[in-house]
């Protein structure tokens, strides 16, 4: 490749090509901007929640589905808010720190929350 262009930042593949305005992965296939990429091109890491939004500390967010607790007879029905979460690099992709009313604190996943 002559130009210069960044790897995919979902596989990280080096094999990228401009197409139009966009830059392509032909492994993955994902496509982004050519001038995109905001935090996630600096190296920071970006916590966006189940339709794109970008999550950041103190932020409130809505359960998009139920959610089953153990050790509860009832689970997180969806709807519910939560306020003030906290971003931390939990395990198995639970990335969201908070406290839910009725439950006490607990992991979320991003991709189970939207933005409020």
């Not at 950041?56 to 509860?72: E, I, N, P, Q, R």
């Not at 029905?77 to 395990?91: F, S, W, Y």
Request: charged share 25%; hydrophobic share 35%.
């Amino acid at each position: 490749m002559s130009e210069n262009l960044p790897p995919c930042p979902k596989c990280s593949s080096e094999y990228t090509y401009a197409l139009d305005a966009l830059v392509v992965c032909p492994e993955c296939g994902h496509e982004w901007a050519a001038g995109d990429g905001g935090a996630e091109a600096a190296g920071e890491r970006v916590v966006r929640d189940a339709v794109g939004n970008v999550l950041s500390d103190g932020d409130t967010v809505t359960v998009v589905k139920a959610l089953k607790v153990k050790g509860s007879a009832s689970g997180i029905k969806a709807g519910t808010k939560v306020r003030n979460i906290r971003l931390v690099d939990g395990v198995d992709g639970h990335d969201i720190d908070c406290r839910i009313d009725g439950f006490g604190a607990m992991q979320l996943k991003s991709s189970v929350v939207k933005k409020a």
